[in-house]
């Protein structure tokens, strides 16, 4: 028998190996610890156990058959996960499983990354015994982020328990029982019609292809090949960092110059990079927090970049509407920009425009479509592409990804600092305010760029900055129930905080859900460290040294928070108060 | 929404919107409110809430669950996940008689089908709209009655005729229509 741990450490036996007990939750911790993948459905690290799909059986000695999911870890336990009893359960179950889904396999939106698909091939599982039992039910097309198709729900509650659990929103549950029993939003409506924020968690999370980001591609491509359109491209920080792990590269790998390349073979006439708006609402944003902490009003100011969290302020917390920033996000701001100064370069009209941002994200679709963000009918942004669908042009486009040669983003807006790039991380966009604000504060120039006081994996983090006396006080949270514990207390005058970002997805964006899919929380980290690694490696790391960006001041935009500017980078907030 | 039933959101800390605030305020939410409150707005108190509105109005309409969620600050999915979970529960408007049929084996075996199969004719309903246009009649079926003996069993708003024959089970309905229309 092999042992890897010294006799004082408590340990139980998996297979025939021990393995020490280090405050495991479950015996599927340890299990998967000692590097044994066993199949689940039911189980998400960051979530509550369900224990529902018996597939994380596993048979202890002198206890039977039990679910790893749900057994703690006891010192002298004798696990087997792979007995012909468990092996026989499984497929069974598994069998059982995908008698109540349609397996369209082919043509399904998740088919790549389907874990339901995994688990049976994993399993060898060579037929379905049962026969199917549901009549075919319609697709849920109301939400312009997400589609529901509930004939491949698998009923694991996944998505039910993310929306409820991480986001606090609650926006879709199990409902009827039995033969009946669904996932469904509220009194059986379509998911746009109700609380749900666009976050998209649901379908990261889900285990099938029940739950997918809404995609776009189609009008994307006639836009490509119409000649009377000229198409921008505008690329999200984090999406740099993730798409090369559609293309079997390392998460985290930023692969900007292949990205790029891809995007003009596609054929979009300019590519922009979305962190060169971010650097804009820096300016945009810090200024205006500056302005609010001098006058002591509208404080703490929130941040409006993330429009999941816009979503849910406006439902939950219209009395805070006026504490949010004003500013645009990127996305919008790039299009309100090109929309404004393309046609008179170009000399075309503005409806001849597409702009197209690529985007980690599934609420920036639903942002897009908000009427406050178009003029006569025409949105500022076109259409929003998730890193995923992206992913899914560059192949159908037959382009093999990792061979292209590195190209450079159009400039003007396509040059931006570390700290536009900054906005893919939680802690982001507070860091970036404070590159500017501290200069602006203290007139001096920063020894060191980086406020580590920001940075973390925490999903509700607080640090207070001094610069020259001033105090500033930040808090940075993601997962919007971190957000509505801040948010309360904020409404209950509880806080002495000054700023407060908010991102809906784990992690900030390089956790929303059009990125590649991944249950695994090492790959968010990989990512995260890209993004501060693409920091690093670029030469100007302030938002205020983005000389573009000055440009645009004194040759467009006149002054900062200033009348054009007000029309092109800021907007307003719609109460959604839910009744 | 906060979606935890075991655990009332209304502690010392709870920021929670005033009743008023939870919708307009008209004839039906006063009565809702009414039920609410006297649940002491405990999202713990959801079932028996639930069952008090039904006693109300005989059903679950989509509007007052919706009131009933926020005012108890659970997620309205949530709400409609329970009012589906229990089949004494309707969230479509049931007529004013309810016809049962027992479909058990007892009454399946004495030919409890085709009893069923006029009623539902008579009626212009079917298992999926079990309601009747004019809100007369509901139409279910359930396992089994009890009445084994009887067999087969339609049962009348609590009352059970046995012996059932299509032909006497529409006539069971003419003599209430009739009684309807005197009324
Ligand atoms: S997109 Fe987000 S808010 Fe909407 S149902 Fe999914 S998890 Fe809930
Ligand atoms: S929609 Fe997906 S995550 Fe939700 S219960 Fe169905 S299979 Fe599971
Ligand atoms: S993972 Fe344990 S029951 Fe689903």
Known sequence: ?579 | MISDLNQDSHGPDAVTPPLAAAGPSTECNAIVARIVERHGRRASRLVPILQDVQAEYRYLPADVLSYVARALNVAPARVFGVATFYAHFAIKPKGRHLVRLCDGTACHVKDSVPILDAIRKKLGVDAKNPTSRDLLFTVETVACLGACGLAPVVVVDDQVYGGMTPDKGVALIDAIVAKEAAA
Not at chain 1, 165 to 181: P, T
Not at chain 1, 398 to 403: T, V, W
Not at chain 1, 418 to 442: D, M, P, T
């Open chain 1, 1 to 579: 028998m092999t042992t890897l741990v010294s006799p004082a450490t408590k340990t139980l036996n998996i297979d025939g190996l021990d393995v020490a007990i280090n405050g495991e939750r479950n015996l599927l911790e340890l299990i998967r610890k000692a590097d044994i993948e066993l199949p689940t459905f039911c189980y998400h690290s960051d979530l509550s156990v369900y224990g529902a799909c018996r597939l994380c059986l596993v048979d202890i000695e002198g206890r039977g058959i039990q679910g790893a999911c749900s057994t703690p870890p006891e010192p002298g336990l004798k696990v087997r996960t792979h007995t012909e009893e468990i092996r026989e359960i499984r497929k069974i179950t598994l069998e059982l499983l995908l008698a109540n889904h349609d397996q369209q396999c082919p043509t399904c939106l998740k088919s790549a990354a389907c874990q339901l698909k995994a688990v049976a091939r994993q399993l060898g599982v060579g037929q379905v015994r049962f026969k199917r039992v549901h009549e075919p039910r319609p697709l849920d097309l109301s939400s312009v982020a997400l589609i529901r198709d509930p004939n491949k729900c698998i009923l694991c509650g996944d998505c039910v328990r993310f929306c409820a659990e991480v986001q606090s929103v609650g926006a879709i549950d199990f409902a009827y029982r039995g033969h009946d029993a669904a996932v469904l939003p509220a009194f059986g409506d379509g998911i746009g019609a109700g609380e749900c924020v666009n976050c998209g968690q649901c379908a990261a999370v889900c285990t099938t292809g029940a739950l997918t980001p809404r995609p776009e591609i189609e009008p994307v491509w006639q836009a490509l090949n119409d000649p009377t359109k000229f198409v921008v491209a505008q690329v999200a920080p984090a999406v740099r960092v993730a798409i090369g792990e559609e293309f079997g590269l390392e998460p985290g790998t930023a692969t900007s110059g292949q990205m790029v390349a891809a995007l003009k073979r596609l054929g979009f006439d300019r590519v922009y990079d979305t962190s060169f708006a971010a650097d804009l609402t820096v300016i945009e944003e810090a200024n205006e927090f500056l302005k609010r902490k001098a006058r002591g009003e509208k404080l703490p100011q929130f941040t409006s970049c993330c429009p999941g969290w816009v979503k849910f302020a406006e439902q939950y917390f219209p009395d805070l509407l006026p504490n949010l920033s004003t500013c645009k996000s990127p996305q919008q701001m790039l299009g309100a920009l090109c929309k404004e100064f393309l046609p008179g370069e170009l000399g075309r009209e503005r409806r001849d425009i597409v702009v197209v941002a690529i985007m980690p994200c599934t609420a920036k679709k639903f942002e897009a479509k908000r009427p406050e963000l178009a003029r006569d009918g025409s949105p500022d942004v076109d259409h929003v592409l998730t890193t995923q669908e992206l992913a899914r042009m560059i192949e159908e486009a037959g382009l093999r990804y990792r061979k292209l040669a590195p190209e450079s983003y159009d400039m003007p807006m396509g040059f931006k600092t570390g700290a536009g790039v900054l906005f893919g991380n939680s802690g982001g966009v507070s860091e970036a305010v404070l590159r500017y604000a501290a200069e602006k504060i203290s007139g001096e120039k920063l020894r060191s760029p980086d406020f580590h006081a920001v940075r973390g994996e925490d999903g509700m983090r607080l640090a207070t900055i001094v610069i020259d006396g001033t105090v500033l006080k930040l808090a940075v949270v993601h997962g919007l129930k971190n957000a509505r514990a801040l948010a309360d207390k904020v409404r209950k005058g509880k806080t002495d905080l000054d700023l407060i970002e908010v991102m809906a997805c784990p992690g900030g964006c390089i956790g929303g859900a059009g990125q590649p899919v991944s249950r695994d929380r090492s790959v968010r980290q990989l990512r995260t460290r890209g993004i501060y690694d693409v920091d690093k490696n670029l030469d100007l790391h302030k938002s205020q040294e983005n000389h573009f960006v000055t440009e645009i001041y004194s040759r467009h935009l006149g002054e900062i928070g200033g009348k054009k500017a007000h029309q092109l980078l800021h907007t307003h907030y719609v109460n959604r108060a839910v009744s």
